[in-house]
């Protein structure tokens, strides 16, 4: 099914443009080669995360779940732990590398590429199994 597909590529492009994000952060703009790079790369992670994702089965799910909902709630947590985690590593950073961009919208950055993501990802293998 094509919105599988589109859900596992978007996945991907925020994954992408998280790491280009917190480049920016830094001031250091990414140059054709490093787009390169970091779009090979990506899709490479992408391609065995697909073959071993794909494979293992889903355990038993509650009665009634709707795969929205669940990816939502899956999301919000890793979310929780991107922000938290994302902010204590721009703390840390900030040291060695400092930034103009103010902390908690950095944090706000790490938790809604996190979202994004993997509410994509989580979406994308529910669907096979649940209802919408």
Known sequence: MWSERVLG???LAIAILWVAGV???RNHE???SEWLILI???FALHILAQRTWHRR???ALPEGARAMHLAALIASIIAAMACVVG???ELVAQNYLPSELPWGLRMLWHAACAFGASYCMFLQRLLRVLPA
Do not use: D, N, T
Request: proline share 17%; charged share 5%.
């Open 9 to 11: 590529l978007v996945s």
């Open 23 to 25: 480049a920016k952060f």
């Open 30 to 32: 990414l140059q054709p």
């Open 40 to 42: 090979a790369g990506g």
């Open 57 to 59: 089965p889903l355990p």
């Open 87 to 89: 902010g204590i590593l």
